[in-house]
């Protein structure tokens, strides 16, 4: 009877756990794209950073008296600018990279066949400092072979006399154990925090939630143990949070084997999908899992509303994840004491699963204790859930929980869209474009961006012409988004990407590598103007400036909802180096639609944009890829722009305003 009831509550409250966007949203969608965009702007941010200062010249400062023949060895390096100074401050300034001092008694030294000391200082906080001392040392280096040789040739001595030992050093250890040993010491704080995370909504959402909605009387009136309602709750809790746990550990499989591991490797940060570390991390989920829902929703049981129930899981997630932090210090190992503390015996159980290194007996108790720490935080909901004051609470309902109009959509139901749509494109899309760019392009419009989205209104019995504003507009307005698209490329190609080179320098081999892949002149012109300008004006329309624009603008001023539609539209494409210039087009396209309540204008305004970028590269190209600014082609622009905006902005609004438009 009591296992029956279990699996009736179990699987009840599965079903409404999994219709809780917010639960999708951290369990499925967040764990698909974290990962991969961390992956891709760590690895863009190192390499545009290794590249400025690959790129600089190194001031290099020579204090002290002339010595020609370390004049001679730096200045043949060409990456280093060498100059006499008279003090060392300008070090502190950033007057220079580096300083070298040269003793005074440098050439009484040399004639003696002594040692001259030579200082170099330099500037752990910067980049290019660390850079020029390395450069320096490498010219020292080869300097003091020089004088070595010319020693041991005037002596008549072999070059080995000068050194007597050659010290060879050599790890036994493999690269899999090293990095076994790397991941050792990151994954079990990340499965503390993935659990944690997993587990907190779903926690509170089963019992202060429902305590909250009116429907937490209606299960206890039903002549079943209070243990089994518990113990049905905690199953589902510990179930998100192992299923959120193994979301992140595939995302990260995913991230290194589906496109990422080269960018990530160049950066060093990992070298291969760690698949036997995944698959223990796997495993050390489960206990992880069980223990930390219990504690959970032993603690949400206390809480009356869901405000209430953050705030007291809070301070429970920070105290879970601070002996994770301390089981990662060095000298920490499982043993029988640590496995009887909570938290620690879970990070440390953790880190000897991943490392091989098992020892039995502590595991064992490590495991019987979390299930003893468990099974006390179940009891003390169970009794919590005997009170009357679980039943007497005050009736915490929000008005805010309403049925949406279906002309409507929610910001919260959107932005789970929005989360789908880049997973979508992250695990499927790309991959599809790595094989073929132009078929792969037109799949990921059509099929991962509109489809959604058009299956969204469906599902969702919305009105498809409120929602995506499909209004009949003016033909000033029309003329007015050709004139902005056709002129509003080169004013972001001047001033915005030449901000974003001073701010964040795309290297030019990227720059060059992608004008050769989306503009190869041996493709079919019009099929690259389908894949490149018409298919996402249609179809990221459809989602930015349709469903998102018409979610924001419920709850938003048009400032804001322009902003947010704007740095969407920047992160979508998925690339620091692009953020910029599409979050300015973004509020541009975000602006046409505001003042003409068409989505036309819009679609018209960004397939013109992207077709002058496709005909340029195409026929008329800039060599080496980057534009330059003509100050007359620019008082043009700008004016054709200006007269797009001002004709946009007289056009009469499609449609009729609903009551979420501005009058």
Known sequence: MTRRVVWTVYRKEVLETLRDRRTLIVMLLLPLCLYPLMAVGTAQ?????????????????????????????????????????????????GNVDAIVRVPRDYKRTLSEQGSVRLRVQHDQTRATSVAARRAVRAVLHQLRSELIAQRLDRWGLPPGFSEPLQLDEQSVATKAEVRTKMLSSVLPLLVVLMVLLGAFYPAIDLTAGEKERGTLETLLSTPVPRIAVIIGKFLVVATVALVTGAVNLGSIALTV???????????????????????????????????????LIAVASLARSFREGQNLLTPVYLACMVPAIFAQLPGMRLGYLTAV??????????????????????????????????ALA????????????????????????????????????????????????????????????????????????????????????????????????????????????????????????????????????????????????????????????????????????GVLWRATRKTMRPGMAIAVNALAFGAFHLSIYRFLPTATLGAVLALIIWRTQSIYPAMFFHSINNGVAVVLARFIGEGDGQMRLRPLLLLAAAATFSLGLMLIWRAPAAGVRTRDVDT
């Open 45 to 93: 941010w190192l390499g545009v950073q290794q590249a400025a200062v690959d790129a600089a010249r190194l001031r290099i400062g020579l204090v002290g008296p002339r010595w020609p023949s370390l004049m001679i060895a730096l200045r043949h390096n060409k990456r280093l600018q060498v100059r006499p100074l008279k003090s060392e401050g300008g070090l502190r300034l």
């Open 257 to 295: 084997g589906l496109g990422f591991g080269p960018a990530l490797r160049q950066a060093g940060l990992l070298l291969e999908v760690p698949w036997v570390a995944l698959l223990l991390t796997l495993v050390s989920l489960i206990p992880a899992a069980l223990f930390f829902a219990a504690v």
């Open 341 to 374: 503390l909570p938290g620690f015996n879970v990070a440390l159980m953790t880190r000897e699963l991943i490392s091989g290194q098992i020892a039995t007996g502590p595991v064992l108790l490590a495991l019987f204790c979390n299930c003893v720490y468990a």
């Open 378 to 545: 179940l009891a003390l909901a169970a009794r919590i859930y005997n009170t009357e004051r679980l039943l007497f609470v005050d009736d915490w309902r929000s008005d805010r929980q309403s049925v949406p109009l279906r002309d409507q959509p929610e910001p919260a139901a959107v932005a789970m869209l929005l989360l789908l749509v880049m997973a979508l494109i992250i695990v499927v899309g790309q991959p599809l474009q790595v094989r073929a760019l132009i078929p792969g392009l037109l799949a990921t419009e059509w099929l991962l961006v509109a489809t959604p989205v058009l299956l969204y209104i469906r599902l969702g019995r919305f009105s498809s012409r409120r929602v995506l504003s499909l209004h009949r507009t003016s033909p000033r307005a029309m003329l007015g988004a050709a004139l902005a698209g056709f002129s509003g490329w080169y004013l972001v190609a001047i001033l915005v990407e030449g901000l974003q080179q001073r701010v964040l320098p795309i290297p030019p081999e990227v720059t060059e590598t992608m004008r050769k892949l989306l503009f190869a002149s041996q493709r079919p012109f019009l099929l690259d103007l389908l894949a490149i300008a018409v298919s996402p004006a249609i179809c990221e329309e459809l989602l930015f400036r």
